[in-house]
């Protein structure tokens, strides 16, 4: 297998090329100065005084190992384990990990620009002026994200692959709903999250150097953002009736479903052309892919509660996927409803992390990198 020098990266997939949507929703001038919410403010604050640029903070010059780029075991590999993979000479191997990594990190990138062209118009459509304080420092953070995950991806992989159908459709719809809290909850519920899963996969097995530090100034400030989605959506949704609740429940069980069985990596497997359709069923049954899931779940079942979108609708699409249980493990709850698995004590200290981030309406003393649920 050849492949392009990583100067010029082979660009892969039918989404590869320019991808657009209608853009729904009313833009809202917001005069009054009055009536501050300090919970946003201090969220607001801590936007402005981390920032950081990606061409000074990341050393560029550190040499990437191309058959692995981003050091991962192959475990992580979703197809590694099988008889296929037993089969490959380990050249093709090399291949199928600068893929993995390519497609993750394409991914990554990809969701850094959607949630930047999704925060941006919450920007215009959210209506209070606090709220777009704040969306205006994560418009620039996911500028910063999407600049280096593309420069890692150029430089340092050499392969990008375009957007996957299911992310593809998933911020479709964020981007023609006109009503602004589903932005709010596409980006900072769902797909925030979607990465955060990823990066904490990473910020424990990863070895190469340059993508341990991206890896962690990211989570750094996609801390922030959950944090802010979740006070943003859990006092607007306070006041919502059961039927408008419902209608976002579905909205949001529709993403969870594309990211459980819609993310799988087809395009990658197709293009590798080992057999895309056994390589796509042993990645829907690999233990790497359902750590990823779980990891997903923990994080997003909870949130989903915390904002107040854990009704019937939503109860019985998780029951179905069989991640509800995930919504005990949501911060504030006793020790008598948590589950003694010691494997979650990750997830526990990343929920005492965004309960951190979170308090930065309450306190001054928010830690900083904090991961999320």
Known sequence: ?????????????????????????????????????EQTLRLYAKGKQRQWDGAVRLDWSTPVNQDNPLGMPDSTVWIAG???WDRLPEQERAAVRRHTAAWTYSQLLNGEQL??????????????????????????DEARHTEVFGRYIDEKIGVRYGIT???????????????WDFAALGVQILIENMGLASFAVQRELASEPL??????YVMEDEARHVAFGRILLRRYYKDLTAAELAEREEFALEGCWALRDRFVGE???????????????????SAALREYRRRLFMRIVPACRDVGLLGPVMQKGLAKMGV??????????????????????????????????????????????????
């Open 1 to 37: 297998m050849t492949y392009r020098d990583v100067t010029q990266p082979e660009v892969l997939s039918d989404f590869a090329g320019s991808w657009a949507a209608p853009l729904g929703g009313t833009a809202l001038f917001a005069p009054a100065l009055s009536g501050h919410d």
């Open 82 to 84: 099988s008889p296929l």
């Open 115 to 140: 949630s930047l062209i999704g925060v941006a118009k919450m920007v215009q459509t959210v209506p209070d002026l606090d709220s777009k304080f704040y969306a205006s420092t994560q418009v620039v």
């Open 165 to 179: 159908p299911s992310l593809g459709a998933l911020f479709e719809n964020v981007l023609t709903e006109s009503r």
């Open 211 to 216: 993508a341990i530090a991206l890896n962690s």
């Open 267 to 285: 395009e990658m497997w197709r293009n590798l052309d080992y057999g895309a359709e056994e390589c796509i069923k042993l990645a829907r049954s």
């Open 324 to 373: 509800l249980g995930f919504g005990k493990l949501g911060d504030g709850l006793p020790d008598s409803d948590r589950t003694d698995d010691e494997d979650l004590q990750p997830e526990r200290t990343a929920r005492q992390e965004i309960a951190s981030a979170i308090s930065d309406g309450r306190t001054s003393g928010c830690v900083a990198g904090a991961d999320v649920p």
